[in-house]
């Protein structure tokens, strides 16, 4: 599930970046950590299913920060269209 975060260049961590590949389409994918406050990730959960990009969750905010290579956990993260 996290390899394809893990292996690719093409992606975006926060939800600030993240929700603006999601409104201009750039979105491929989205991952989502479980434990994030919900007043963050359930709009954006929304979002992602407005504009018909999957989601996959992750149980914890750190082991999506460590997949996408930085050393604080994330909330929200994407991987970019090619």
């Known amino acids: 599930m996290l390899e394809d975060l893990k292996t690719q260049a093409n992606r975006v961590v926060g939800v600030k970046q993240s929700t ?13 950590a479980d434990e994030a406050s919900p007043s963050v990730t359930e709009p ?9 990009v999957p ?3 992750v149980d914890t905010l750190k082991n999506l920060g460590k997949a996408c290579g930085i050393s604080v ?7 970019l269209c090619d």
């Open 73 to 79: 956990g994330a909330s929200v993260a994407v991987l």
């Open 44 to 52: 954006f959960l929304k979002l992602c299913e407005r504009q018909g």
């Open 20 to 32: 603006k590949a999601v409104e201009s389409g750039q979105a491929r994918k989205a991952y989502v």
């Open 55 to 57: 989601c996959e969750h």
